[in-house]
């Protein structure tokens, strides 16, 4: 008990010191305030934020497309990842191009996306969509290649099928390595449809940041940049429960061992 | 049954990397030769306009005006990043008090105070400087700290038990054996320092490649503006490739593997 005390002190503490920085900072104005306004701006923007009508659709756009992003990522990048882990003269000729396309900043598309698409939502969706792919595809890769040497053996002896050797051996030992990717492309869904928002203006929490910013509400544009990181947060710590209910048999072997 | 290798292994090896890659090249090639869409110009006139603009010196400024802001926000990440996150990976009072703090700013999109941090200060080098910096200091951070937990204790014990003074053990113990993980979040600064550089670029800027690839957008010269993003994706490449050799030249004595082992272990490698 208290340790946890201890912990809740100390976080608090830190807290409280971090704010008290920021008062002071703003007190002796080193801080400019239209890169940093006072904190209880801020604070106050955060609950003025949410009464405001644009602020609900605003959110939802920026969640429902990112989550599309995700899902149509997940199902393009793990079969192929699959596939691509499976066999290794496959895995050896796409090597270059996927260390290519996981080095490539997905941003620099959008301007010609915006021309192709033009700024819609559904663009924004490509885009999450492009982004995610490549870490759930190395991830699924890399769980697929790990299978251990006895597993394949009993496999190969006991002439398994295909179908059965990918659906019951190949994916659910992949599938620790695949919910890592997915948890990796969540937080990116985000980052991308909010950097989408901000350059072209499409219906979301990135656009009602560059508005409030034109019309030199930096709290109320601040609010929407940490609504925008809560929101990253909830996602990845619900898909941290979603994680240990469908791996529990992984995760509780893991912890024996 | 083994076929039987007319080739050498490192000429086999050389064909199953590049053959695809170089098909894909081959087929856009032949595909768009022939193309009068407006969205998808021949790739020979893409490359044709890339050497153009790269000749004319137009590009090439406006890459080292990039390629400048990316280094000098990624040094100020890096030295920021280990330095505060060796502090904090030693004590572990610090590290417990602060991991909600950080955690909740890191989950911030860098992207999104682009807006911000860009009307407020301008569209000269110094705002963009300070996004790159601000997004590559959280994975440099996070990592390092995570460096410095994964030391052996026994090594920390033999530190305290031969009283090795502070400033040695920070540099000498703690920077060496959290080095692993520091170069693995450079690598992930990395690719953020390149997105973001693009980001700050297409929002507000009078140079640099992001600017480029925007401008032509806005006057519809589509072929500038696949040259720019097809130059950034092999920047993007060149970057990566570089910083994993050096990477595994700094870590032989970690790795104790030749790179061709590891990468059997590691697709990602």
């Known amino acids: 008990m208290d340790s946890i005390f201890r912990l809740t002190f100390l976080r608090l503490a830190t807290l409280v010191i971090s704010g008290m920085l920021w008062i002071i900072g703003d007190y002796f104005q080193l801080f400019n305030p239209t890169v940093l306004p006072p904190i209880q701006e801020v604070g106050s923007a955060l609950i003025a934020v949410l009464a405001m009508p644009e602020f609900l659709p605003a959110f939802m756009a920026t969640l429902l497309d990112s989550l599309k992003g995700v899902i149509y990522a997940t199902l393009i990048a793990v079969p192929a990842g699959i596939i691509i882990g499976m066999f290794p003269a496959i895995e050896k000729a796409t090597r270059i191009l996927l260390d290519f396309g996981r080095s490539f900043p997905v941003v620099a598309l959008m301007p010609i996306f915006v021309l192709i698409i033009g700024a819609t939502s559904q663009m924004k969706v490509v885009m999450v969509t492009i982004a995610c792919f490549f870490p759930i595809l190395l991830q699924t890769i890399y769980g697929a290649r790990r299978l251990e040497p006895t597993i394949m053996d009993t496999v190969h002896s006991y002439r398994i099928p295909f179908y059965l050797r990918f659906s019951k051996v190949i994916l659910p030992s992949a599938l620790p390595f695949i919910s890592t990717g997915i948890k990796i492309a969540i937080s990116i869904s985000i980052l991308v449809s909010v950097s989408t928002e901000i350059i072209n203006q499409i219906d979301g929490l990135g656009a009602q940041i560059n508005l409030s910013r034109t019309f030199n509400e930096v709290d109320i544009a601040y609010a929407y940049v940490i609504y925008a990181g809560l929101l990253g947060v909830a996602l990845t710590t619900i898909w941290d429960q979603i994680d240990a209910v469908i791996l529990r048999w992984h995760r509780l072997a893991s912890r024996e061992n | ?269």
């Open chain 2, 1 to 269: 049954m083994k076929a039987v290798n007319f080739l050498p292994q490192w000429l086999i090896n050389i064909i199953s990397l590049w053959t695809l890659p170089v098909l894909v090249v081959v087929l856009w090639w032949f595909v768009s030769a022939d193309s009068s869409s407006f969205f998808f110009p021949p790739l020979k006139n893409i490359l044709a306009v890339l050497y153009r603009d790269l000749a004319s010196g137009l590009l090439t400024s406006y890459l080292l005006v990039s390629l400048t802001n990316m280094c000098i926000g990624l040094a100020y990440a890096i030295v920021l990043g280990v330095l505060c996150g060796l502090i904090i990976g030693e004590f572990r009072a610090l590290r417990e008090a602060t991991s909600p703090l950080i955690n909740f700013f890191r989950s911030i999109p860098p992207a999104a105070i682009v807006p911000i941090v860009i009307v407020a200060m301008g569209t000269d080098s110094a705002p963009k400087i300070l996004i790159i910096a601000l997004a590559c200091f959280w994975p440099n951070l996070l990592n390092t700290i995570d460096g410095v937990r994964s030391i052996p204790v026994q090594m920390l014990e033999t530190n305290k038990a031969f009283r090795i003074p502070f400033h040695l053990m920070l540099w000498r113990v703690l920077l060496m054996g959290a080095l692993p993980q520091i170069l693995a979040g450079i690598r992930i600064a990395l690719a953020a320092a390149l997105v973001l550089m693009v980001i700050s670029e297409f929002f507000g800027a009078s140079e640099g490649v992001g600017f480029y690839i925007r401008d032509k957008k806005e006057t519809f010269a589509m072929t500038e503006a696949w040259a720019g993003t097809v130059l950034v994706g092999i920047f993007g490449y060149i970057l990566s490739t570089v910083f994993l050799k050096i990477e595994s030249w700094l870590l032989g004595w970690y790795f104790q593997k030749t790179p061709k082992e590891l990468r059997k272990l590691d697709p990602a490698k």
